[in-house]
């Protein structure tokens, strides 16, 4: 079974653009999380989808955003890039929802900021 | 608002010594505690949960509500444990959000 698929795998831009990011979850997973790490602030959680619906949502500005479509895939953005966003996403997908449900991750999206 | 802290950012050990990663948490209510692992190069990925009480790759947690303490054990070090250790708690059992300690890099040496 093919795990969970990230693109693109590393991204650079520009501070004040905006960037999309994808999620493949594990075949027949419906729940999507997203999370950011940074050296400074360690793993941190941004949002959490099941079956289109956003279930919970970290502690992060309006410029960050996601969504997750019928196939379960999920994308999230961020607009109007500042350099402390430079980071590594994490997207973790699990058969349903709560926390009981095993959560398993993908390789990560590094962004950086110039 | 919930909180994990491990306090050892690099924890370094001979093979075959016993080996210690702490946890604490605060959480008023009734948490789930697990710890991931990953390894250089490797995916973060599940080690153990408190629900299950499993024994994984010889490791072991047991959760201390009274300490409020998940510490994560071994009883003789592998070279092949080397690696990035993360104490995670998820609070709601609706939702699947984990919130994760800063971790402890462990180093096990020959």
């Known amino acids: 079974k093919a795990g969970v698929t990230q693109t693109p795998r590393y991204l650079i831009k520009t501070r004040g653009q905006q960037v999309t990011l994808s999620c493949s979850p594990i075949?027949?997973?419906?729940?999507v999380s997203w999370y950011q790490q940074t050296p400074g602030q360690g793993l941190q959680f941004l949002f959490e989808?099941?079956?289109?619906?956003?279930?919970n949502k970290g502690n992060f500005p309006g410029r960050f955003s996601g969504r997750q479509f019928s196939n379960s895939r999920s994308e999230m953005n961020v607009s109007t890039l500042e350099l402390g966003d430079s980071a590594l996403y994490l997207c973790?997908?699990?058969?349903?929802?709560?926390?009981?449900?095993?959560?398993?991750f993908g390789p990560g999206t590094r962004l950086t900021v110039l | 608002a919930q909180r994990v802290t491990q306090p050892e950012k690099l924890l370094s050990v001979f093979k075959g010594a016993p080996v210690e990663l702490k946890c604490n948490y605060s959480?008023?209510?009734?948490?789930?505690l697990f710890w991931y692992v990953q390894y250089s190069r490797q995916r973060l990925q599940l080690l153990l949960r408190?629900?299950s009480r499993e024994s994984i790759k010889g490791f072991t947690a047991d959760l201390n509500k009274g300490e409020t303490s998940f510490h994560l054990k071994k009883p003789f070090a592998q070279e092949e444990d080397s690696a990035m250790y993360y104490c995670?708690?998820?609070?709601?059992?609706?939702?699947?959000?984990?919130?994760f300690g800063k971790g402890t890099m462990l180093l096990v040496s020959p």
């Open positions: 973790a997908s699990s058969l349903g929802t709560g926390r009981y449900n095993e959560q398993f």
């Open positions: 075949s027949g997973h419906r729940s």
């Open positions: 989808y099941f079956s289109e619906t956003q279930r």
């Open positions: 959480y008023s209510g009734s948490p789930e």
């Open positions: 408190h629900i």
């Open positions: 995670a708690l998820s609070r709601h059992s609706g939702y699947s959000t984990l919130t």
